[in-house]
Structures are given as C-alpha cells and as structure tokens.
C-alpha cells in the first residue's frame, strides 16, 4: 500500500482500513494521521473490514497530534460512526478536512450539502438508538441459577456499542445479554462485553411474565385514539416479532368501535385526586417551629401520589453554605429514606469531592419528598413529578431552606428549578448564577445528576461531566 502523497510523486492514493460496524476508535486514529499529512479527502480510500494497515509498514504505531475540533464536530462524530452508510467515514472526514482549514462554523450552515446530509444521518442513528430503547424485550433464559435474560434485536445501523450502556442502567441487577445479526452484548451485573454475532433462535419464544405484561397493555390501550397510520410509523411491523403485547394488537384494532360506543355510553365520572392549594394551605396551619419540627410533620404526611416507602428528608447540617435542592427521590433513596445514595447521588458525590467541596458541610435535599414511581414487574421505574405534585411540596421546601438559611441554593436540573422559581425556566440557556425572584440567597442552576448518567456517549458523558464539575468548582467559590 502507498504511504502519504509526496510532491514529486503529484499525490497517490492512501487506503485507511477500519473493522465492521462502527468503530470509532480507528476513524479517529486514522482521521489524525491523515490530516496530520495534509492528505485531502479526495486521495483516501476507506476500507471497512480489510486488514491493511494506513501508510504502510509501521506508520500506524506513529502517535499523530490530536484534532483541535468544535464541540458540535466532536459531538457530531460519535452519531455519525453507527450510521450503516459505507461512505460515513468519508464524508465524516470531508468535514473534518475543512473545519481544520478554516471553516470553523461549517456545521452550522445548514444548507451545505454535506453538513444536510450529515443532519439526516444523525437523525437516522438517533431513530435508530430510540427504537432499540423502545421495543427490545428480554426474556428469561431457562436453565439457571443464576438467572438469566436474553433479547433479540435487529437494529438499521451498527448502534449496538452505543445503546448497551442504555440496559446497563436499567437492568444493572441482572445478568442479561442482547443478541443482533451482527454482534452481542452480554452484562454480567459487573462487566459489559461485546462478541459475535448471534441467531434469533438462541432467544425463547416468550415467559411467564408477559402474559401479564399483554394484560397490561390491553387495560391502557385507548380505542378512541387509534390511529393505525401513526402506530405503523411509530411502532413499524419489523419489530413486532419480538414484542409480547404486539399480539394482542388485531383483536384490539377489531373491537376498537365497539369499544369506543361503549366508552360514549357511559355515564362520565370525575377524577378523584387531592386539591394541591388546599393541601398547601393544611400544611401552612401547622406552622412549625424548627426544623426537627417540620421534618417530624413531613414524616406523618401521606404521599401525594401512593405508594412510596417513607418520606425522605434532606440531610446537612443547618447553616449550611450551601444546599443542594433535587428532584425527588430514586428507588434506592425510598428504601434508605436518605437523599442521594442511588447511583446519581454516588456519581454526585464524587463529582464534588473533585470540586474540592465536602458533601458534609452542604445541606441536600429534594423539591419532592416522596417517591413516584411506576411497577414494572419487581422494578419501581422513576415517574417525573408533575408541577401540581411540585407545588404541593413546595411550601415544605421553602420552610426547609429558611431554616436551613443556606448563602447560595443550587437547582439541580428542572424541577428543583420549577420548585424554587415557581415556573419553568430552562437549563441550557440559564445555568449558572440564577435570581430566584426575592429569596433571601443566591440563586444557581446545574444539571441533575441522572442527565450524566442517561447520556449513551462516553466522550459526551465525560465532557458533561467535566462541565458539572466545573459548576461545582464555581458554586464553592460563590459560597466562599
């Protein structure tokens, strides 16, 4: 194979080998060498799957500078790798070859052909990823202990590596593996691996729990709002195979006049709920006294919305710097019934150890106080609050923090926010140093913790990280 064009030579051809499927590390390696060579991309052949090296004998252990590239370039990549396209790379490295050459804000003309097409092949990998997250269905595997669950999935793009760590998160307590006609994914409740291909076959037909699961979906489908286009675009038959509840679907579509007439015939009732403006003005009666004297009147009150554990109050030390205010408490919170110990509030301490700040001097609380959540099988799934469910906790909050009497409240992400302004403001556009109308400490707006860990990208997952900590650093030195 020709190594890197010469003048005397008037410009060869360089070859650039990658693996299958999406192999970002390699494109990276490769895309730094090239330009570090000043290769244009009209003079690179990219090669998926063949084993040649790029520039020849020895050169692919030469360490190449890294790329000084935009942010929304560095984000843009990792999208566009999964992508099934087999001129990816190429195109990929066309806008890489410019932004280097002095087109720093080429992404952001959306009218180039080439950044129009990039647009609709992040769009496609993102679809992608979002249906994977949506219609994979595990299934349990016979013959344990130890249990075991198994899902087959046939993804548009080499998405696999990109959307694992999606099931790492939700389905960290069990052993599972996910299986593709181009790769796998095994967990085994403490490493993510990834092998060969596997065969739909090595995948059980169905278990035990998703009869119930068809049940539930029958008691939540609404025949008045059927829409057999929407549902196609939607849900597309290709996944049907592998979801429990699609096999109901024909017989729900046959029956959903009859349905709906029946539905129109009864008599309407109203809801039942609590009055969030009544509940507030009960709690402002109680007027207590001192901290210990509110948490002791949030401990006896119901939750709002059924079934959570225990209320779970903040945690720090009164005149506090300062407090940290949440959203609400996870799975792991309601059973200790103390804030931020699940894994968001793990990664939340760490995050401020590296900021030089002590959790044990800060006060942490959360807007609401109770647990809300939806039963899937063993499995409480996190439910956001509601603003009513917000504002009916929002007197407990605003006590809370005038005893605490903090020299700066920080929001982490936007229900504390709506908690503390008493509207909705958004993050992006307002983080940082925040006035919260009136109160009586300064104001500042983060992300929550959960966002770092919902992000699917390593790269992303760590800069966003990076930002957070930096928040933090800026926060002790506000308080300070």
């Known amino acids: 194979m020709r190594g890197p064009p010469s003048s005397a030579e008037g410009g060869g051809v360089s070859v650039a080998s990658l693996e299958q499927g999406a192999d970002l590390a390699g494109f990276r390696r490769a895309a730094r060498r090239l330009i570090a060579a000043s290769i244009p991309p009209e003079r690179i052949v990219w090669q998926i799957g063949e084993a040649a090296s790029l520039f020849g004998d020895g050169a692919e252990t030469a360490e190449a500078p890294p790329l000084h590239l935009p942010r929304a370039v560095g984000e843009l990549i990792p999208m566009i790798v999964p992508h099934s396209d087999p001129e990816r790379y190429a195109l990929l490295y066309a806008l890489i070859w410019r932004v280097t050459r002095g087109e720093r804000a080429l992404l952001d003309v959306l009218s180039n052909p080439l950044v129009h097409r990039l647009h609709l092949m992040r769009k496609a990998v993102r679809r992608d990823l979002h249906k994977m997250h949506a219609f994979l269905r595990f299934r349990r595997v016979e013959g344990g202990p130890p249990e075991k669950f198994a899902a087959w999935f046939e993804p548009d793009h080499h998405i696999l590596e990109a959307a694992a760590p999606f099931f790492v998160e939700r389905f960290r307590s069990f052993a599972w593996s996910i299986l593709t006609p181009e790769g796998s994914a095994h967990w085994d409740t403490d490493r993510l691996s990834f092998g060969p291909p596997g065969r739909r076959e090595e995948v059980p037909e169905g278990d035990g729990f998703e009869a119930g699961w068809r049940d539930y979906y029958e008691s939540t489908f609404n025949p008045a709002r059927l829409n057999l286009d929407a ?33 129109i015939e009864r008599m309407p009732q109203m809801p039942t709920k609590r009055d969030p403006a009544k509940a507030v003005a009960a709690m402002a009666d109680q007027n207590p006294a001192s901290l210990d004297a509110l948490n002791a ?32 408490p996870g799975d792991q919170e309601d059973l200790q019934g103390r804030p931020f110990v699940g894994p968001a509030g793990q990664l939340f301490s760490r995050a401020m150890e590296q900021a030089g700040l002590s959790r044990g001097d800060a006060y942490v609380t959360n807007a ?42 920080v929001a982490l992400g936007a229900t504390a926010v709506l908690a503390l302004a008493g509207k909705a403001v958004p993050i992006t556009r307002n983080r940082g140093p925040f006035d919260f109308g009136g109160k009586p400490f300064q104001g500042f707006i983060t992300v929550h913790p ?3 860990l919902r992000l699917p990208d390593e790269e992303a997952k760590a800069a966003a990280y990076e930002a957070f900590v930096d928040d933090l650093r800026r926060i002790g030195e506000l308080a300070a």
């Open 297 to 328: 009147i949030i401990k006896r009150s119901e939750p709002l919305v059924p079934g959570a554990t225990q209320a779970v109050l903040g945690e720090g030390p009164v005149g506090a710097a300062i407090a940290f205010v949440g959203e609400q």
């Open 368 to 409: 609401v106080k109770h647990f809300k959540f939806t039963q899937r099988g063993k499995r409480r799934i996190h439910e956001k609050p509601t603003a009513g469910e917000v504002s009916h906790y929002r007197w407990w909050l605003e006590r809370e923090l005038d005893f605490v009497h903090p020299k700066i409240v």
């Open 231 to 263: 549902m196609r675009a939607e849900m597309p038959k290709k996944y049907w195979r592998n979801m429990p509840e699609t096999a109901a679907i024909p017989r729900l579509v046959r029956d959903a006049a009859m349905r709906t007439s029946e539905m």
């Open 450 to 452: 959960s966002y770092l």
